[in-house]
């Protein structure tokens, strides 16, 4: 009887996880058979549900049939070159939302195209420069989008009519990059009014009227060859931006953002990276109140004096590939003491002391828990300069010139999720190196990430450390599993994988043993022959007589 009812019990299990493991298997599968797609999901309020099915770059010259019901399909890179009402005729039933169709050499569009599809908000048709446009407006007519991308599309002068509609008050979303438009015009945004996005990128604009865009939130003008944008001068007038890219163009200096900073009090992240800036007071930022990110790439070509950044609401800032003298280490983010993340990639530090870039940093030291130096030609690592830092999250170091650095470097840092030492110039990486913190990590949920991939290691006895932990905790190191960790010296053993190197423990300490053993003796000879010598001496001193007798004899 007892084992009937186990043989029941043991059964229902079985016949749970087979259904689980049923619903599984099937819950986001894609077609079959050719073509292979690639489908997800994501959580939403703790359930997994259907997402997105990726079909592109397939050379698919049709839709296929879904099984799940997928909101989001990628379809670009494929070939449509005609599209209608039953080309997404396996879409009907489904609640897409988003379609991706860019790139898919579309030239002809039917009114009728998205008819079916009443759950369609999004539509991506970039890239196709050869589709009839007065179709496209015709189709878009029909709609009810609320964000489409015309990206790489010529519409020029045509770009008035196309959203000279009542189909594009509900647009929020635009993206007209790369469309052969020279200038903006309150024709243009005449219907656009509800536009919370707006990409003009790669368009020759020259300036901008601020004045005929819409109360947009995020607006982009890269590669544009802007050097003027135009504000209203009442300053009761704001702009609702909170996010602004002017990336790559002609700027000179930023003198409109301390000017007109009534503006831009809603602006919270900036960028103006590689603009041939010539002048850049350190209060340039400093009226922008809820800045949270700034980045300054590339912008010191031209800029002679570069001597710091103002803005205490700042948390975010990245100054990658530029010339940053030493000379302005002790005040340059004096005045920036929040920051949390900051980037220098390829920054050369080569001419900075160690006191230097402690003076750097010092403003910091109980904010900031991303510190991003990669490329910053480094031989070792600056030990004075991190010790102050008590809640790193990121540390990268990554190719650099580091072969060493000195054993009490990390004593007093916490690192709580990556430490990023890869490609540099490290042979030897020895116990003493790290803390026990990082090489035993904060509990067996913190530990740290850590990737020293791409160093030209040593494989000798003095690395035997480094390859056992490696070896044990290999879940912690970046590309473990792969060819990314080497053996560089001695020739014999040149490409290596460094895993695969296993000396034997007589190999690496039987010398170790035999000098040990060799010295312990030394040590007892020299300890009887001390003890004989002064036993012989005091007997002499107690029996002189006897030492004399036996001379005369």
């Known amino acids: 009887m007892i084992r009937s ?17 049923e619903a599984r298997g099937t819950q986001w599968q894609c077609p079959p058979s050719e073509p292979k797609c690639d489908c997800n999901s994501r959580l939403t309020n703790k359930t997994r549900i259907p997402y997105r099915a990726d079909c592109s770059n397939q050379n698919l010259n049709h839709i296929p049939k879904l099984i799940q019901n997928y909101t989001k399909l990628k379809f670009s890179g494929n070939i449509l070159p005609r599209i209608n009402r039953t080309t997404f005729v396996n879409l009907r039933k489904l609640p897409i939302s988003e379609l991706f ?3 898919c050499k579309i030239e002809h569009v039917d009114a009728d195209t998205f008819n079916d599809l009443h759950s369609l908000e999004f539509i991506d048709f970039s890239n196709n420069s050869k589709i009839n446009i007065s179709q496209l407006a015709t189709c878009f007519r029909t709609t009810n989008l609320i964000g489409i991308a015309l990206s790489d599309i010529p519409l020029g002068r045509y770009v008035v009519d196309f959203f000279n509609t009542s189909a594009a008050e509900k647009l929020k979303f635009v993206r007209l990059a790369a469309c052969n438009i020279t200038a903006l015009t309150h024709e243009m945004f005449e219907h656009l009014q ?3 996005e707006l990409d003009v990128s790669r368009n020759i604009l020259y300036s901008i009227d601020m004045t005929v865009i819409p109360p947009v939130k995020v607006f982009s003008a890269k590669y544009t060859e802007l050097s003027v944008l135009k504000f209203p001068s009442n300053t009761s007038i704001t702009s609702s931006l909170t996010r602004l890219d002017l990336s790559n163009n002609r700027f000179t200096n930023l003198s409109l953002f301390y000017h007109y900073s009534h503006v831009f009090k809603h602006l919270e992240d900036l960028y103006t990276d ?15 109140s809820v800045l949270n990110s700034l980045s300054l790439c590339n912008i010191t070509s031209y800029l002679h004096v570069f001597a710091g950044i103002n803005n205490s609401a700042l948390r975010h800032l990245n100054l990658s590939y530029n010339e940053i003298s030493p000379k302005y280490s002790k005040t340059f983010l004096k005045d ?5 993340y900051l980037k220098m990639d390829s920054v050369d530090m080569s001419k900075w002391t160690d006191s230097d870039i402690t003076a750097f940093l010092q403003p910091l030291c109980s904010t900031l828990d991303h510190l991003l130096l990669p490329r910053t030609y480094f031989k070792s690592i600056p030990s004075n300069a991190l010790r102050c830092f008590k809640k790193i999250k990121v540390l990268d170091l990554s190719s650099n010139n580091i072969s060493s650095w000195d054993h009490e470097t990390f004593v007093n840092v916490t690192i709580k999720s990556q430490l990023l030492l890869k490609n540099n110039k490290l042979e030897i990486i020895k116990e003493n190196f790290f803390p026990r913190n990082i090489i035993d990590g904060y509990g067996i949920h913190r530990l740290p ?7 030209p290691f040593s494989c000798t006895c003095e690395i035997h450390w480094f390859r056992t932990w490696l070896r044990t905790g290999y879940f912690r190191f970046r590309g473990s599993r792969g060819n990314n960790y080497l053996c560089h010296s001695p020739e014999h053993l040149k490409n290596t994988p460094f895993v695969d190197y296993d000396p034997d423990y007589e190999d690496c ?10 010295l312990s003796l030394c040590c007892a000879c020299m300890v009887l022959v001390t003890s004989t010598s002064y036993i ?10 006897k030492q004399y007798y036996r001379i005369v004899n």
């Open 536 to 545: 012989l001496n005091l007997y002499r001193k107690r029996y002189p007589e």
């Open 274 to 288: 590689s603009n041939p800036i010539d002048f850049l007071p350190i209060e340039t930022f400093s009226q922008l």
């Open 5 to 21: 009812w186990q043989t029941c019990i043991f059964l229902v299990i079985l016949s749970i996880i087979y259904v689980e493991l």
């Open 509 to 518: 300490f039987s010398m170790n043993m035999a000098i040990a053993v060799a």
């Open 101 to 103: 169709l860019n790139t």
């Open 449 to 455: 990430y850590l990737d020293f991939k791409g160093n």
């Open 194 to 196: 509800n536009l919370i």
């Open 336 to 340: 920036a003491p929040n920051l949390k």
